[in-house]
């Protein structure tokens, strides 16, 4: 039985964006996160984006998430490579405002003129 796991930061680093073709002829892209986890004792984490999970988990550089990833190690000529893959990305409540834009004044609609009020000598205004 596999353990869910997440991991929860800022995002702090975008890095460009690779691409290939896999020995099947088959083209692959993969984008790669540098997420800071923050707290007392914060730790940086590269985890990676595949295929259209790049487009459908948009990331920018400031954004809070939590990301369900897996890990996996692979050998290669007798090193090994640990790979953090994610597979899902839940945005924090309150992301910040990446472009803020200046608030737009409002105006001020006029005060309605009270209406004049009849003559004591009993003239009408109109």
Not at 55 to 82: A, M
Not at 93 to 115: D, F
Request: aromatic residues 10%; glycine residues 6%.
């Amino acid at each position: 039985m596999a353990n869910e796991l997440t991991i929860s930061g800022r995002i702090v680093s975008v890095l460009p964006l690779q691409t290939g073709t896999s020995k099947s002829g088959h083209s692959w892209q993969k984008q790669e996160y540098i997420l800071d986890t923050g707290g007392q004792y914060p730790k940086k984490v590269c985890f990676s984006l595949f295929g259209d999970s790049i487009t459908k988990f948009p990331l920018q550089v400031g954004q809070d998430v939590t990301v369900s990833i897996d890990i996996e190690s692979r050998e290669w000529n007798n090193k090994w490579y640990t790979e953090v893959r994610a597979w899902n990305v839940t945005y924090a409540s309150q992301q910040p405002q990446l472009q803020a834009q200046p608030p737009v004044a409002q105006p001020v609609p006029p005060q309605p003129q009270p209406a004049p009020q009849p003559q004591a000598t009993g003239e009408l205004p109109f």
